[in-house]
């Protein structure tokens, strides 16, 4: 094994970023889709483009799993097998279910393998300019070996507690930040709807006692309707069943919650789940308003 080349399992949005990151801070890279242009994708970025997870596994010492649910990092696992070298960091930012987390944790941990829960609070486009925050769950030497990585693309890290504190923080960010989403959507779509230009409207909400950030990252995609994808709407939809599906067994009350998964499934419904995140605008979408005369 390379003691310095990272090997990238999911070359989605999120993983085609951070190899990209790598890359640039100097890192070897090696990376696995099961989509054929994403393999390609990252050979025009410089790194070097794996046919088999076996490949992966024999040739990095650290690998990044980036996929879309703890079900698929559950079946890379079982995959990777016995192809895993002792002493292998996996550095796994799925956002998923937290008690899968652990269990994968385990597993790699009886294989003499080490666990970090990475997962990562910012879209592709903001892990792209090195702007986003991680939240580590995972034994302290464990994150520590992940520092240089991390600051590829990264501007703080937080170690938030043992395997499966970065999946449960990560859904707290999540709830927050997709309900910040959905009140920035249903602000600008009232401003319309009363006369005042959104462009305007986002300009004083930036400006004063509302603000938050999804306005910088989301606001100008609303008011162009660009729902080109940094981050899709059906993974959010994912992150707010997991939500949902906690709160269940932790006794949570999560009203918001519930009515945004309602949104989000109408919106997924009608064919938007491959579009970003900012589409939750169309779950407010002006309404004419007959008067009778």
């Given at each position: 094994m390379n003691s310095s080349t990272i090997g990238i399992v999911g070359l989605g949005l999120l993983g085609s970023a951070l190899a990209e990151r790598a890359l640039n801070g100097g890192f070897p890279v090696v990376g696995f889709d099961i989509r054929r242009n994403r393999r390609q994708m990252l050979k025009r970025l410089g790194g070097r483009p794996a046919e088999s997870l076996r490949e992966i596994a024999l040739?990095?010492?650290?690998?990044?799993?980036?996929?879309?649910?703890?079900?698929?990092?559950?079946?890379?696992?079982?995959?990777?097998?016995?192809?895993?070298?002792?002493?292998?960091?996996?550095?796994?930012?799925?956002?998923?279910?937290p008690a899968v987390t652990v269990s994968v944790g385990r597993r790699l941990s009886s294989r003499r393998g080490g666990y970090v829960d990475a997962t990562i609070a910012g879209s592709s486009a903001q892990a792209r300019a090195g702007d986003v925050i991680v939240l580590a769950g995972g034994g302290v030497?464990?994150?520590?070996?992940?520092?240089?990585?991390?600051?590829?693309?990264?501007?703080?890290?937080?170690?938030?507690?043992?395997?499966?504190?970065?999946?449960?923080?990560?859904l707290v960010v999540n709830l927050a930040l997709g309900l910040n989403r959905a009140v920035l959507a249903e602000a600008l779509e009232f401003a319309r709807s009363i006369g005042v230009r959104p462009e305007l409207a986002l300009e004083i909400l930036k400006a004063g006692p509302s603000f938050s950030r999804v306005?910088?990252?989301?606001g100008k995609k609303m008011i162009a309707r660009d729902f080109s994808t940094e981050a899709k709407?059906?993974?959010?939809?994912?992150?707010?069943?997991?939500?949902?599906?906690?709160?269940?067994?932790?006794?949570?009350?999560?009203?918001?919650?519930?009515?945004?998964?309602?949104?989000?499934?109408?919106?997924?419904?009608?064919?938007?789940?491959?579009?970003?995140?900012?589409?939750?605008?169309?779950?407010?979408?002006?309404?004419?308003?007959?008067?009778?005369s």
């Open positions: 040739c990095c010492r650290q690998i990044v799993f980036s996929l879309p649910t703890t079900s698929i990092v559950e079946s890379v696992v079982s995959e990777l097998g016995k192809d895993l070298q002792p002493g292998v960091l996996v550095i796994d930012t799925t956002t998923g279910d030497r464990n994150v520590k070996a992940c520092e240089r990585f991390f600051a590829c693309f990264a501007r703080q890290v937080f170690h938030v507690g043992p395997v499966g504190a970065g999946a449960r923080m990560k306005m910088d990252s989301k709407l059906s993974q959010h939809l994912k992150d707010v069943r997991l939500i949902l599906a906690l709160g269940e067994r932790t006794g949570a009350e999560l009203p918001l919650s519930e009515l945004h998964a309602r949104l989000l499934s109408e919106l997924e419904a009608a064919g938007l789940g491959d579009f970003d995140n900012s589409a939750i605008i169309r779950a407010f979408k002006r309404r004419v308003i007959r008067r009778s």
